[in-house]
């Protein structure tokens, strides 16, 4: 045990320095830092301001050891990144994925405080994240490792200082055993609102399975308005069907779109007759993808997003629309689900294009906007029907696409730099009013 324990900095150390692999050599917090710059000069912000945004005021990276099934110790890698609590209390994920970096959780944190400001919640931002592959691990194994990870960042989250809740590849199962193990630590009494995406049994709201897609349906519908797209006669291409793609095109399907394209991690499948949603889920919960669905053809997760359609929908992770593949993207219209999956150089080559990009921290924020009826509920000890959360939901999404809208007409830039942009002044309003202490 002992000469394990010596090898665990050794590991923790290579996993935090490590860098990003595969399709995600480009570093999403380079990414995050470049939009700050962009919005910085729109709206003309100083440099100690920029430079107080431009850092996560903390992050925690925590060594997780946890007692595998074959009775081994493993030590998984954690972070939490607090980004900026000038307007609330941090907000944001917990994600699962052998990807996950210090980079990612610091850019994942900066985009929650800029969906919170565009949202208009009383929230911050902050993300959290594990180094793991959630898919290789038994159940037990993945409980195990949540309670230590929820033991290890306990101190730094709480329901009025940082409030966390599912991402990538987590969902209500982890939210319970957060909620559980940190009510036991903190005082030994049920907080339902340390935490949010619980289920319904905990304090778990109405709506908030959907919510991510149908926020993203809301700004789809109103960017066909400003578009002039009819919704009966779209079609859609929706890349990655975890919890927010497979709401995203149940929604659009809902409105009158047809689902000409979706995939997950194995593949995707396209049937240019259209695909059936609630067919394909169905699919996927047999067989584990949406690849053999019955009638389709199969395609390639980089072929999904050049597909002929009217509104692309990427679901997945970062970095999927680069510089090397934006000029064949044909969709009028993409709405991002999955945090970052769009460069800056490809936002520009989208922009020249005419295409109208619904930047992920307006197009995914119905997530947080139903995680915050969810607190309210919690704090107030109520239940709210799922027809008042859809329709608060509703409310908020299509005014906080009007924001940006009408900053991006102010300022004649793309909806990408607008949204960003509106952040920016919201949160640096927040700070300048809250002013500097001590
Ligand atoms: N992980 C989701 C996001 O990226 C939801 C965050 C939350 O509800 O706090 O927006």
């Given at each position: 045990?002992y000469i394990?324990?010596?090898?665990?900095?050794?590991?923790?150390l290579?996993?935090?320095?490590?860098?990003?692999?595969?399709?995600?050599t480009?570093?999403p917090?380079?990414?995050?830092?470049?939009?700050?710059?962009?919005?910085?000069k729109i709206?003309?912000?100083d440099?100690?301001?920029?430079?107080?945004?431009a850092?996560?005021k903390?992050i925690?990276?925590?060594?997780?050891?946890?007692?595998?099934d074959?009775?081994?110790?493993?030590?998984f890698?954690?972070?939490r990144?607090?980004h900026?609590?000038?307007?609330?209390?941090?907000?944001?994920?917990?994600?699962?994925?052998?990807?996950v970096?210090?980079?990612?959780?610091?850019a994942?944190?900066?985009?929650?405080?800029?969906?919170?400001?565009?949202?208009?919640?009383?929230?911050?931002?902050?993300?959290?994240g594990?180094?793991?592959?959630p898919?290789?691990?038994?159940?037990?194994?993945?409980?195990?490792?949540?309670r230590?990870?929820?033991?290890a960042?306990?101190?730094?989250?709480?329901?009025h200082?940082?409030?966390?809740?599912?991402?990538?590849y987590?969902?209500?199962?982890?939210m319970?055993?957060?909620?559980?193990?940190?009510?036991?630590?903190?005082?030994?009494?049920?907080?339902?609102?340390?935490?949010t995406?619980?289920?319904l049994?905990?304090?778990?709201?109405?709506?908030?399975?959907?919510?991510?897609g149908?926020?993203?349906?809301?700004?789809?519908r109103?960017?066909?308005?400003?578009?002039?797209?009819?919704?009966?006669?779209?079609?859609?291409?929706?890349?990655?069907?975890?919890?927010?793609?497979?709401?995203?095109?149940q929604?659009?399907?809902e409105?009158?779109?047809?689902?000409?394209?979706?995939?997950?991690?194995?593949g995707?499948?396209?049937?240019?007759?259209?695909?059936?949603?609630?067919?394909?889920?169905?699919?996927?919960?047999?067989?584990?993808?949406?690849?053999?669905?019955?009638?389709s053809?199969s395609i390639?997760?980089?072929?999904?997003?050049?597909?002929?359609?009217t509104i692309?929908?990427?679901?997945?992770?970062?970095?999927?629309?680069?510089?090397?593949n934006a000029?064949?993207?044909?969709?009028?219209l993409?709405?991002?689900?999955?945090?970052?999956p769009?460069?800056?150089?490809?936002?520009?080559?989208?922009?020249?294009?005419?295409?109208?990009?619904?930047?992920?921290?307006?197009?995914?924020?119905?997530?947080?906007?139903v995680?915050?009826?969810?607190w309210?509920?919690?704090?107030r000890?109520?239940?709210?029907?799922?027809?008042?959360?859809?329709?608060?939901l509703?409310?908020?999404?299509?005014?906080?696409?009007?924001?940006?809208?009408?900053?991006h007409d102010?300022?004649?830039v793309n909806?990408?730099?607008a949204?960003?942009?509106?952040?920016?002044?919201?949160?640096?309003e927040?700070?300048k009013?809250?002013?500097?202490?001590?």
């Open positions: 045990m394990q324990h010596l090898n665990i900095s050794d590991f923790f290579n996993s935090i320095m490590s860098e990003p692999t595969d399709n995600n480009i570093n917090f380079s990414v995050a830092l470049k939009q700050l710059d962009e919005a910085s709206i003309g912000i440099k100690g301001m920029h430079d107080v945004l850092q996560p903390r925690l990276i925590v060594s997780i050891p946890t007692r595998m074959n009775d081994e110790i493993h030590v890698t954690g972070f990144s607090q900026n609590d000038a307007r609330g209390p941090f907000k944001g994920g917990i994600r699962y994925h052998p990807q970096s210090i980079d990612e959780v610091k994942l944190s900066m985009w929650m405080t800029w969906k919170c400001a565009i949202a208009n919640i009383p929230y911050g931002g902050g993300k959290g594990i180094i793991c592959n898919k290789q691990m038994s159940t037990g194994e993945l409980e195990r490792m949540t230590r990870y929820a033991y960042i306990a101190d730094i989250i709480g329901p200082t940082d409030i966390p809740a599912p991402d990538v987590t969902g209500g199962k982890e319970s055993w957060i909620m559980d193990t940190y009510s036991a630590l903190k005082g030994n009494f049920v907080q339902p609102e340390v935490i995406g619980k289920p049994a905990i304090g778990g709201s109405l709506g908030r399975n959907e919510a991510t149908r926020g993203l349906s809301f700004t789809v109103e960017a066909a308005k400003k578009l002039g797209i009819n919704l009966r006669a779209a079609t859609v291409a929706v890349q990655g069907f975890g919890n927010a793609g497979q709401f995203a095109a929604l659009l399907e409105m009158g779109a047809k689902v000409v394209a979706v995939s997950d991690s194995q995707g499948i396209s049937n240019k007759n259209g695909i059936s949603i609630g067919s394909a889920r169905a699919h996927k919960e047999k067989t584990g993808s949406v690849v053999g669905f019955p009638g053809n390639s997760n980089e072929e999904i997003l050049e597909t002929d359609c692309l929908v990427p679901a997945a992770l970062e970095n999927q629309i680069t510089k090397n000029a064949n993207v044909s969709a009028k993409v709405a991002e689900a999955a945090n970052g769009t460069t800056p150089e490809a936002d520009e080559i989208l922009h020249k294009n005419k295409i109208m990009v619904i930047p992920d921290v307006l197009a995914n924020s119905g997530g947080v906007t995680s915050y009826f969810e309210l509920q919690n704090l000890r109520e239940y709210w029907t799922e027809e008042q959360v859809n329709s608060m509703d409310k908020k999404m299509t005014e906080a696409f009007s924001d940006v809208y009408d900053t102010k300022y004649q909806m990408r730099n949204s960003i942009a509106l952040a920016v002044g919201r949160v640096t927040a700070i009013t809250r002013g500097l202490w001590p």
